[in-house]
T-cell receptor
Framework: DSGVTQTPKHLITATGQRVTLRCSPR?????VYWYQQSLDQGLQFLIQ???????AKGNILERFSAQQFPDLHSELNLSSLELGDSALYFC?????????????FGEGSRLTVL | AQSVTQLDSQVPVFEEAPVELRCNYS??????LFWYVQYPNQGLQLLLK??????LVKGINGFEAEFNKSQTSFHLRKPSVHISDTAEYFC????????????FGKGTMLLVSP
């Protein structure tokens, strides 16, 4: 158990809909990362937050947004969903941005768009 | 920009045989290198990392990796694998201290059979 909690574990929805994925980082970790894992693209970095502020942005679509709340949990919002958004979405956390890549991953939220 | 290439998408091997999973990277700056493992239906877990110093790095579960700067490689090895090592292995690179955003390779599925 990494200590990172993601909900829901599975989600099935229709094209055009909007979903919210939630992540609670390990106790004491200030930095949260979101990754998307799909068969064709592999693991893609989406976005990073540190102590409530956006720190780095990767290949995140404009239809996607995220935030980190004062209690340090984070939410990833996916809107106007398309079939291609079906993927496993991972949240990871670290103590701070200088943790030299030692990220702790949750078990992921599997999104299926029909 | 950084990139990681894992040349083998699948590596089948018999139990107790040695294994090497290959990883090559490209980067315009000094890097930190990592191997993560993903067991079925789980999140990623750090196996080992190279930050600086000795180029031979030992990790958990008997794995080790060697950093070769001239060949821009970071191959993962284990002298004798077990059935329980069946998993997907990801090589990753970050841009160094202060840049904990990871760029992952596409992964290598290690399939250990009796």
């Amino acid at each position: 158990d990494s200590g990172v909690t993601q909900t829901p574990k599975h989600l099935i929805t229709a094209t055009g809909q909007r979903v919210t994925l939630r992540c609670s980082p390990r106790s004491g970790d200030l930095s949260v990362y979101w990754y998307q894992q799909s068969l064709d693209q592999g693991l893609q970095f989406l976005i990073q937050y540190y102590n409530g502020e956006e720190r780095a942005k990767g290949n995140i679509l404009e239809r996607f947004s995220a935030q980190q709340f004062p209690d340090l949990h984070s939410e990833l919002n996916l809107s106007s969903l398309e079939l291609g958004d079906s993927a496993l979405y991972f949240c990871a956390s670290s103590v701070d941005p200088s943790s030299a890549g030692e990220l702790f991953f949750g078990e992921g939220s599997r999104l299926t768009v029909l | 920009a950084q990139s990681v290439t894992q040349l083998d998408s699948q590596v089948p091997v018999f139990e107790e045989a040695p294994v090497e999973l290959r990883c090559n990277y490209s980067s315009s700056v000094s890097v930190y290198l990592f191997w993560y493992v993903q067991y079925p239906n789980q999140g990623l877990q750090l196996l080992l990392k190279y930050l600086s110093g000795s180029t031979l790095v030992k990790g958990i579960n008997g794995f080790e990796a060697e950093f070769n700067k001239s060949q821009t490689s970071f191959h993962l090895r284990k002298p004798s694998v077990h059935i329980s090592d069946t998993a997907e292995y990801f090589c990753a690179v970050s841009g160094g201290l202060g840049y904990s955003t990871l760029t992952f390779g596409k992964g290598t599925m290690l399939l250990v059979s009796p």
